[in-house]
T-cell receptor, first 115, second 115 residues
């Protein structure tokens, strides 16, 4: 069974600084997707960034980028130029490439951006 | 695109009562998912549909839980004989199931409190 581990329950960063959130996962599959989702306080979850395991290039979306280390089964999220609006819970999630669409989530990291 | 909607947003019920939640996916999406999120945890997969067919059910979904998507549009999740352990946020998500994005769009959730 696949598992996703986020070892940082809480992180904080000053506005305009850079922060990295960690995620590791366990799977025996070779093809899969990895995601970072953001859940702001009292608001719905939205997708931040997605990585296909068969792609060697790390995904980037504006201020958000990932460091995908397939051999180490590591998938960290880097947020550059942090903004107050980045304050949220961040969930790392895994999806098997074949025969299922379900997302397997980690326990989340609460990120606080302060002025 | 009005997004995924869920109704009600909050439900308080007494132990032993039945409750039903509704989810309206994004109109052109043929896949619909239910997740449960307890405090301090990431969402856990419950079940998902492709059109009206229920393709996968988690072992978390006990016999007291039933989900339907009768016409391949909206879905309902019913919990019979509620227990205090059912208190959680119930999230619905939808996706187009096309292309290679596999992005799931989440609704705001229904928060259930069982007293």
């Amino acid at each position: 069974a696949q598992t996703v581990t986020q070892s940082q329950p809480e992180m904080s960063v000053q506005e305009a600084e850079t922060v990295t959130l960690s995620c590791t996962y366990d799977t025996s599959e070779s093809n899969y997707y990895l995601f970072w989702y953001k859940q702001p306080p009292s608001r719905q979850m939205i997708l931040v960034i997605r990585q296909e395991a068969y792609k060697q290039q790390n995904a980037t979306e504006n201020r958000f980028s990932v460091n995908f280390q397939k051999a180490a089964k590591s998938f960290s999220l880097k947020i550059s130029d942090s903004q107050l609006g980045d304050t949220a819970m961040y969930f790392c999630a895994f999806m098997n490439f074949y025969n299922t669409d379900k997302l397997i989530f980690g326990t989340g990291t609460r990120l606080q951006v302060f002025p | 695109d009005t997004g995924v909607s869920q109704d009600p947003r909050h439900k308080i019920t007494k132990r032993g009562q039945n409750v039903t939640f509704r989810c309206d996916p994004i109109s052109e999406h043929n896949r619909l998912y239910w997740y449960r999120q307890t405090l301090g945890q990431g969402p856990e997969f419950l079940t998902y549909f492709q059109n009206e067919a229920q393709l996968e059910k988690s072992r978390l979904l006990s016999d007291r839980f039933s989900a339907e998507r009768p016409k391949g549009s909206f879905s309902t999740l019913e919990i019979q004989r509620t227990e205090q352990g059912d208190s959680a946020m119930y999230l619905c998500a939808s996706s187009s199931g096309q292309g290679n994005t596999y992005e799931q769009y989440f609704g705001p959730g229904t928060r259930l409190t069982v007293t």
